[in-house]
Structures are given as structure tokens and as C-alpha cells.
């Protein structure tokens, strides 16, 4: 048999992991890393439109940014600690005391967000 060109190896590495991506892992992470991709996907808009545009409002800039980034943080933070595989390292932590610690994070978090657009 003869090897297979070089170009299609990237192509058939990113088919495997989404193809073991989507037989592995649970609706409950799936749903989490969309909202990932949301976050960051909005982040890189904000961003560019501070850079393509205008940073006028500055705080307005700031605030979302800031937003994004620390929602992003305790949502990663939340997936680490509701993933199966890490049963070991967050013993203690239910998935319900996870999600409360998320939502506590979020509001502390949204409430300076707010108060710093003035």
C-alpha cells in the first residue's frame, strides 16, 4: 500500500479527535465547551472592533472584555471540576457545589463588571 500524502495526515488527525470527541464525551461538556467557543469567539470581536474601530468607550471596552475573559475562566474552571476524569482531583467537589461556586463566581464577577462601566 502505498503512504499516504502529507496533506491529508493534519486532515485525518482533526477527523479522529472529533470523531473520539463526539463518541467520548458527554452532553453535559459538550454543552459546556459550545459556551466556551461562544466566549472566546466573542472576545476575538470585541477585540477586533477595538482595534478595527474605535476604543471609544474605553471602560465600555474594558468591562466587556474583562467580562469575557473571567466568564471564560470560571467556565473552564466549572469543566474541569464536572468532568468524569478528574473524579480524583475534586473529590470533594460535587457537581451541584461546582455549578453553585460558577454561579457565585458569575455574579460577583458580572457585579464589578457593571460598576466599573460607571
Known amino acids: 500500500m502505498p503512504p499516504k500524502p502529507a496533506a491529508s495526515e493534519p486532515t485525518s488527525a482533526v477527523h479522529t479527535l472529533w470523531k473520539a470527541y463526539n463518541e467520548n464525551t458527554s452532553d453535559r461538556l459538550k454543552f459546556i ?4 467557543v461562544f466566549l472566546m ?8 472592533y477595538c482595534v478595527l474601530v474605535t476604543t471609544f468607550p474605553y471602560n465600555a471596552f474594558l468591562s466587556g472584555f474583562a ?3 473571567g466568564q471564560f475562566v470560571l467556565t473552564a474552571s466549572l469543566r474541569s471540576q464536572v468532568n468524569p476524569d478528574n473524579k480524583n482531583e475534586f473529590k470533594d467537589v460535587s457537581p451541584e457545589r461546582a455549578f453553585a461556586d ?4 458569575s455574579i460577583v ?10
Open 67 to 69: 467580562s469575557t475573559v
Open 109 to 118: 464577577l458580572h457585579f464589578f463588571v457593571f460598576n466599573w462601566l460607571g
Open 102 to 105: 460558577f454561579a457565585v463566581g
Open 41 to 48: 469567539l466573542s472576545g476575538i470581536v470585541q477585540f477586533a
Open 33 to 36: 465547551d459550545a459556551f466556551l
